[in-house]
């Protein structure tokens, strides 16, 4: 690992610090700072150090010097000790020859001079002696001066190599503290804006907060303004089909005075059926069918339990081996068969909307004496028409109820996204206006001829107008 790697890593993250990143990675630099706080420690406690193994450097060069000196004083007191030696050397050996000289002449006192030559030349032995063993330590004293002059050079050196990294590390040091000053100074100013933005942020949040409530107090009104609609719609089918009853047979009624067809109060056999016509002096059968409760899960099955109940009808003399349930326009959805073969008859589901055309198709049987004079043709036309009108019939609700539904969709899209101004322009408008669909009159016949006619009316009326942005036209109809 590089030596002061963190210290590095911190400058050049500093050099290179945005002011977003001093908002959002302050807690990255905090931590690198923290790490490169502790190299830095480690560097001055380095520094220190040195400095005292400077100052215990700088001691041993001194006691190093003072033995040299010491050493030096003692060569030099060794080598007089040598002169002198050498000096007496000299003198005994003068001595030595001036005996020598006198021994020609004086034989007697050679032999008592041999004792003290021998004497001297102990003496001089001894001095040999001593002046190698001068040498021997002069060298020896010689090679420990240039060991310790070299171990001085290279303290010296190494004195002079910490002396520079103490230079270098105390500029570091230097840079490190101004650094440190720019630092904390910015440190300063950032906790000055990060409390600034902290007020800001908590402003924000407690008007988000009322933001929140005002939308949750919204949502709760506009689900309570759904609820209540909901329950109103549920209310509206519960009473329709409540009224159920009394509208088929009113309707039945009405049919049935204006194509003069007879309806049967009281029926000549047992049983009450809820509405009975006579055709043919035939007795056909049309009992109201409606769901007991907003649950429509059930009604299939109740339909399916109804179509096997009328089989007490069939039983009875002349009548219709087809039975007609009529049920609520608004519960056709449920219903998945409209026609169901018992064996015995048949029980075929309509709805009030129906009636009147399959009475009228019904009543073209009246124009056979017999049923058994009924072509083939024109049975298979009784059952096409039939067919026809509830195919028709089925389609026609399938499609307002998915208009109903689109319809629905938007006008929740408007009180939900349109801005609360021009919903109340809306809501004016919305009051202001209304529709008069023609009226029915009880005495008034609704004919085919006037239907045609109003038809081809719009018909003409669209021709030519575009349809898009190409410019397409309507294509019009022969």
Known sequence: MKKYEKLDQFFERVKNLGFWQRIFSWRLVQSLSYE??????NLIHLVVSSEEQLATSSNKIDLLNNDNSHIKSESVKLQSSLDISNTKLTSVETALSAHKAALASREETIKQSDKKIIEQQAELKSLKEKHTSVETMLSSAEATLASREENIKQSEKKAAEQQAELKSSKENARSLQEELAVLKEENAIFKSTENDRNQSYETKIATLGAITSQVQKE?????QKNLEKEIQRLT????TWARHQASVQEAI??????HTIEYIDQVPFKGKPD????ISDEYII???KSPSSDDLKNFP????TQTESVKKYIKEANVRKDIFLVIPSNAVDVIDNFSFNMADYNVYVVTIDVLEPLILALRKIEDYEFVEQLTPEDRENICRIIGKFAHITKRKIQVDFFFTKELMGVLKKCEANLPSDIMGKVVEYEKSEKINPPREARSKQILTKELEVESETIQSSFKGLPLNENDETVPSHP
Request: proline share 0%; hydrophobic share 40%; glycine share 0%.
């Open 275 to 278: 509405n009975t016509i006579q």
């Open 286 to 288: 049309f009992d109201a």
């Open 253 to 258: 009624k009405m049919i049935c005075q204006k």
């Open 301 to 304: 099955i109740y339909i399916k």
């Open 219 to 223: 949502r709760e009104v506009e689900k």
């Open 36 to 41: 490169a706080f502790e190299e830095y420690k």
């Open 236 to 239: 509206a089918m519960k009473e």
